[in-house]
């Protein structure tokens, strides 16, 4: 153990981040399966609003802040919107994960 505890739980708090990290991708592959989905089954608008809240919520715990907003604005989207304006959303999504 570290003479320093605050240091063991900086480098877990790291690993934690990174390993949420290298999940993001297959997260947002996932939403936007479901967001092109929508346009032939408007019942994929539920899962699509519930994985765009996951990580709107994760990414935010995890200190991924565009990425959190950008999932948020898609979640609230997810119910009504037309998919012209999810595939902007999804857009914004997926520009956000690509500079993480």
């Not at 539920?46 to 907003?69: I, K, N, Q």
């Not at 857009?91 to 500079?99: D, I, K, P, Q, S």
Request: glycine letters at 4%; one cysteine or more.
């Amino acid at each position: 153990m570290s003479a320093r505890p605050e240091l063991d739980f900086h480098a877990f708090l790291r690993a934690q981040r990174s390993e949420y990290a290298r999940g993001i991708p297959e997260r947002v592959a996932q939403i936007a399966r479901d967001a092109e989905r929508v346009a032939r089954d408007p019942s994929a608008r539920v899962p699509l609003e519930h994985a765009a809240h996951a990580l709107a919520g994760s990414s935010g715990t995890f200190g991924f802040m565009d990425l959190s907003r950008a999932a948020r604005a898609l979640e609230l989207a997810a119910p009504h919107a037309p998919p012209e304006q999810l595939a902007s959303l999804l857009h914004e999504l997926e520009r956000c994960r690509a500079h993480i």
